[in-house]
């Protein structure tokens, strides 16, 4: 059977090229890079040069950039570690409803534990408002966390905008930009940012490494001590292949994302427009054109249940994802759709597809000729359905 991978918002392959380099730092160049022999200085020189490739690609010093576990270490430094450096001079947190879980449950831990948190409501595109971000400011905020883009609906926001807010006022400012790396400009001065989290599995890197960067200046606590790594912000022996995998997956994401983006972007609107004339009573989720991630497609596929329609594109070899990975397999529905107006009923027969590097026409139109197909079948045995189209008629 024919495989088609149309999850890469849940985890992307290695690249080959990221493999075999990380190859050798596990069999040959083992040592630790805090040790001063040879086979510790050569993991060490590695270790630093993906570091550089890292900050490179995200327009950062080196100095700033400091390695995690993936991207929910580095939203747990950035967002525990600003509260807590902070805490004598405010105790208040703001954010938006449709962050990842690793922002959304770090805050709402942060306000059983005497903060308070304002978190923002988003329009029906999934989109949050500048003006929204400036209005919720009070003397005592310390941290304002925004996502760069959506993982589920792939909503660009208006990052530089709330920058150049939260720069004036002095206030932190977050971005998890693990969905945005490698398929949108990611530059932390154009961004006005102060904290800013990636993950390397996102971008055809390993999983299990990702990285927080900390702007010059900028002071938060770290949340693992121990051998002092890290400049002290993250103790542990660093997890140099991978890490050295991040590295490498940067430098070719750089090289590659602005033609790869351009051929995601004819694939995603070849999606979206064959579903919406293809199957009747579908609802795309999040805006069109530009301020939408170049691989996203997501949308609510009316009077079926998401699960159903997943499986039912699984025994066809089609695999794609009902909302974010995290809260698949519960049947809450998810908090981004519900964030953005949409009923629970609406929010759970909803898909998402995220597009990637081997994707092809021919993938896309496989698709286009089996989901109508199933969609079909399955209303055929829905009462909802059946009910629906009484009323209509
Ligand atoms: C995947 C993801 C994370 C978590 O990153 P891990 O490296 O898997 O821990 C955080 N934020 C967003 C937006 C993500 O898509």
Request: glycine letters at 8%; aromatic letters at 6%; one cysteine or more.
């Amino acid at each position: 059977m024919k495989y088609i991978y149309l999850d890469h918002s849940a985890t992307t392959p290695v690249d080959p090229e990221v493999a075999e380099l990380m190859m050798k730092y596990y069999v040959e160049y083992y040592g630790n890079p805090s040790s001063v022999h040879y086979f510790g200085r050569q993991v060490k020189k590695a270790l630093e040069e993906a570091r550089s490739q890292v900050a490179d690609f995200i327009g950062a010093n080196v100095s700033e950039i400091t390695f995690t576990s993936g991207g929910t270490e580095a939203d747990n430094l950035a967002i525990q570690g600003a509260a807590r450096a902070q805490a004598k001079k405010g105790k208040h947190l703001i954010t938006t409803a449709i962050e990842h879980h690793a922002v959304l449950d770090t805050f709402k831990y942060l306000a059983k534990n005497g903060y308070e948190l304002t978190v923002l409501p988003v329009d029906e595109d999934g989109l949050v408002s500048v003006e929204d971000v400036a209005k919720a400011i009070r003397p005592d905020t310390i941290l304002i966390s925004v996502m760069h883009a959506n993982n589920e609906v792939g909503s660009i926001q208006p990052i530089a905008e709330i920058g150049k807010i939260t720069r004036e006022k002095g206030i932190l400012f977050h971005v998890d930009a693990v969905q945005s790396l490698g398929k949108i400009p990611v530059n932390v001065q154009d961004l006005n940012v102060d904290l800013l989290t990636i993950s390397s599995h996102k971008i055809y890197g390993p999983k299990g490494v990702g990285a927080l960067y900390i702007r010059k200046g900028v002071k938060i606590s770290p949340l693992v001590f121990g051998g002092s790594q890290e400049r002290k912000m993250r103790s542990g022996t660093e997890n140099a292949p991978g890490i050295i995998g991040f590295g490498k997956a940067c430098e070719l994401a750089s090289q590659r994302m602005a033609e790869e983006s351009k051929k995601l972007t004819k694939l995603r609107d070849m999606l979206i427009d064959g579903i919406l004339t293809k199957i009747e009573h579908v609802k795309l989720n999040g805006p069109r054109g530009d301020k939408r991630l170049p691989n996203n497609v997501n949308v609510s596929i009316k009077y079926v249940e998401g699960e159903s329609l997943l499986l039912s594109l699984d025994m066809l070899g089609i695999a794609a994802s009902s909302g974010s990975a995290c809260t698949s397999g519960s049947l809450d529905p998810s908090h981004v759709l519900l964030a953005m107006g949409l009923s629970h009923e609406v929010a759970h027969g909803s898909l998402r597809f995220s597009l990637g590097r081997q994707n092809t026409e021919e993938d896309i139109n496989y698709v286009l000729q089996e989901l109508p197909k199933i969609v079909d079948r399955l209303r055929a045995m829905s009462p909802l359905y059946a009910k629906a189209n009484c009323q209509n008629s």
